[in-house]
């Protein structure tokens, strides 16, 4: 079955550090670029970052540069997002999704990160 | 870069036709084609419903069809179904190769 799934979610104190992990399966992980993207609560979808298929080009959403690093290991068929110095603001579901030809067509089911003390 | 702009919320009864509107820029809706549209149902992650300003992926019904005139892009939903009530969301890629979603539109089906 072509699925993503994310985890490493959870309870993170303001300051702190996650690191989000995004296990694909069903599909050549290795020719896709990945994004990943964050729904606050009650609120709408914000893109937050992009990587190449080969890890060699990283983009990032204003909101999160300096921050937050997108990464991949191909070889695990897994895609990263670490996640420093922590917001209130960054209290999202975070899903990852797969690119094809600059549309987003197949998300994971996301998990949720709280930043709360 | 600001969100895309769409109404927070629209209404139809089923069988009617619906449209939503996404209002960007000239550095975004207005500025290629890489328009996309996505549903999303409470508490679910979200599926591509249009692509390319007017592109179904396979699997999708032909009731939803999608346009661009300048800075706008419209997704339109016709003969309107109980399962269509969903959030809705337009995204575009950008001139600083980044992307941005739309606020999201509640359609109601009533």
């Known amino acids: 079955e072509v699925q993503l799934v994310e985890s490493g979610g959870g309870l993170v104190q303001p300051g702190g550090s996650l690191r989000l992990s995004c296990a694909a399966s069903?599909?050549?992980?290795?020719?896709?670029?990945m994004h990943w993207v964050r729904q606050a609560p009650g609120k709408g979808l914000v893109w937050v970052a992009r990587?190449?298929?080969?890890?060699?080009?990283?983009i990032y959403a204003d909101s999160v540069k300096g921050r937050f690093t997108i990464s991949r290991d191909n070889a695990k068929n897994t895609l990263y997002l670490q996640m420093n110095s922590l917001r209130a603001e960054d209290t999202a579901v975070y899903y990852c999704?797969?690119?094809?030809?600059?549309?987003?067509?197949?998300w994971g089911q996301g998990t949720l990160v709280t930043v709360s003390s | 870069q600001s969100a895309l702009t769409q109404p927070a919320s629209v209404s139809g009864s089923p069988g009617q036709s619906i449209t939503i509107s996404c209002t960007g820029t000239?550095?975004?809706?207005?500025?290629?084609?890489?328009v996309s549209w996505y549903q999303q149902h409470p508490g679910k992650a979200p599926k591509l419903i249009i692509y390319?300003?007017?592109n179904r992926p396979s699997g999708v019904s032909n009731r939803f069809s999608g346009s661009k005139s300048g800075n706008t892009a419209s997704l339109t939903i016709s003969g309107l179904q109980a399962e269509d009530e969903a959030d809705y969301y337009c995204?575009?890629?950008?001139?600083?190769?980044?992307?941005?979603f739309g606020g999201g539109t509640k359609l109601t089906v009533l």
């Open positions: 990587i190449y298929s080969d890890g060699s080009s990283t």
């Open positions: 999704a797969r690119d094809s030809h600059y549309r987003q067509d197949l």
């Open positions: 995204s575009s890629y950008t001139s600083s190769s980044t992307w941005v």
């Open positions: 069903g599909f050549t992980f290795s020719d896709y670029w």
């Open positions: 390319d300003v007017s």
């Open positions: 000239s550095s975004d809706v207005g500025g290629n084609y890489y």
